[in-house]
């Protein structure tokens, strides 16, 4: 049983059915390996858990809005 684990943002249930939808797909038909048989785990994770370039997502966020 093949298991995929995406670590992400939050995301919309739009957004986490085409992930899952779409992986499945992809990696089914580079492995040979029928759908049925994948697990997805998707894993999101709050703008404060996240960090790049030295800062917290959530502060980038902030002064985005600053800016609008």
Known sequence: ???ITLE???LNKEQKS?????L???ASKIMNVPEQAFVVLLKENEADNIGT???LLSQE???IEEKN
């Open 1 to 3: 049983m093949p298991v």
């Open 8 to 10: 992400a943002g939050k």
């Open 18 to 22: 085409q992930l899952v939808k779409e």
């Open 24 to 26: 499945t797909d992809k």
């Open 53 to 55: 370039g030295g800062q």
């Open 61 to 63: 966020h902030g002064k």
